[in-house]
Each structure stands twice: as structure tokens, then as C-alpha cells.
């Protein structure tokens, strides 16, 4: 069964750093392509990074420079290093699975952790 | 960035109701157009991929259509389960953006 399960959200001060991981189980990491979504509090979605399977990343323009998506294979664990956090980094952080369809031509996001909560205050 | 737009951004509707949602991207998207569903302290749940392919275990009342920069997810003889908040989300091009969501209320 495929599972996801994030933790290391919590309560940060501006330009702070937090990481949170994200725990994989039903599947390797290593060889799937990876995303972390965040939703601030009663807005929508947002796609802050996507991991690809060679191991380069994608970053949001709003957390480019900031954040560091990252993978341990050997613990099939995802990482998202979050530095210099502002206050509109304030979101529940999820993670997801990116199922590659159409040949590898497109992706949806099948399989999510149940979120972490993320604030950014002092 | 591609934006999708959603229509309407919330609707009331009863059990037993069909209700369509609309999304409609600022370009073309061909057919890479998902559709999620996301209820009050839960993650998004994929409904649909590729615009029309129900992801197993997803019942066959939602049904997804549309090309290009029209989109639809029609939910026929709704239940009790299906209110919720309903997002579009387009995987052409990164970032992958997602609509701002229809909440579906009764």
C-alpha cells in the first residue's frame, strides 16, 4: 500500500529554516517523480517544487533560491530545506506522488501525506 | 504561469442533483487537465486524469470532458459524500498550477 507521511512542520520566526520530511513506503522515491504542495490557510493549492527522477528540481518562483527539495534512497524519504521563511510561507505543506501518464508527457498527483502545518510568525 | 480559472467559485446544490464545474486555462493545455477533490482538514483526492480518465476507485457519476482551454467535471446524482471543494490543476507545463477551487455546498 502506498503511503505518505510528512513531519517537521511547526511554529518559526521570520527567516528561520525548518525541514520537512516526507516518508515513503509502497514505492521507491528513487525512481519516481516527486511533488510538495502548499495551501495557506483558506486559499488554494500551490506546486512550490517538483523533484524529477534524475535527482534535478523544480522551484516555484515565490520560494526559488529559498527551498531545497531533496531525497534519501536509502531511507525512501523525501526532504524540503526551507530557509529564509517569510510569513506567506505560513501553509500546510503536502507532499505527493506524480504518476507519469501520456509516455511521460504529463503527470497527476495520485497518492498524498496528510500534510504538515507550517507557520511562519514571531 | 498558466492560470485556470474556475466557474462558479461556489455552488449549492441537493442529493440527487447533476452540477457541473467549469475550468478554463489562460492557454492551451491540450488534454492535461486534472480534477481533484478536497474536503475541510484533508488532502486533495484525484478524481480525474487526462481530463476524462477516472482514477480507480473514483465512482462514475464524475466524469470529466473538454480540450485545449475548456474543461468540465460533471458530478450526476450527487450524494452526500460529494460535497467539498473542487479544484482544477494542469500538468503541461511547470509550474503545474491549479485552479482557485468551487466549493460545493448543499
Not at chain 1, 503536502?94 to 507557520?119: H, I, M, N
Amino acid at each position: 500500500e502506498v503511503q505518505l507521511v510528512e513531519s517537521g512542520g511547526g511554529l518559526i520566526q521570520p527567516g528561520g529554516s525548518l525541514r520537512l520530511s516526507c516518508a515513503a513506503s509502497g514505492f521507491s522515491v528513487s525512481n519516481t517523480y516527486m511533488i510538495w504542495v502548499r495551501q495557506a490557510p483558506a486559499k488554494g493549492l500551490e506546486c512550490v517544487s517538483v523533484l524529477y527522477r534524475g535527482g534535478g528540481a523544480f522551484y516555484a518562483d515565490s520560494v526559488k533560491g529559498r527551498f531545497i527539495f531533496s531525497r534519501d534512497n536509502s531511507e525512501n524519504t523525501l526532504y524540503l530545506q526551507m530557509n529564509s521563511l517569510r510569513a506567506e510561507d505560513t501553509a500546510v505543506y503536502y507532499c505527493a506522488r506524480a504518476k507519469e501518464w501520456d509516455l511521460g508527457g504529463s503527470f497527476y498527483f495520485d497518492y498524498w501525506g496528510q500534510g504538515t502545518p507550517v507557520t511562519v510568525s514571531s | 504561469d498558466i492560470q485556470l480559472t474556475q466557474s462558479p467559485s461556489s455552488l449549492s446544490a441537493s442529493v440527487g442533483d447533476r452540477v457541473s464545474i467549469t475550468c478554463r486555462p489562460s492557454q492551451t493545455i491540450g488534454s492535461y487537465l486534472n480534477w481533484y477533490q478536497q474536503k475541510p482538514g484533508k488532502a486533495p483526492k484525484l478524481l480525474i486524469y487526462g481530463t476524462s480518465i477516472l482514477q480507480s476507485g473514483v465512482p462514475s457519476r464524475f466524469s470529466g470532458s473538454g480540450s485545449e482551454t475548456d474543461f468540465t467535471l460533471a458530478i450526476s446524482s450527487l450524494q452526500p459524500d460529494d460535497f467539498a471543494t473542487y479544484y482544477c490543476q494542469q500538468s503541461y507545463i511547470t509550474p503545474y498550477t491549479f485552479g482557485q477551487g468551487t466549493k460545493l455546498e448543499i
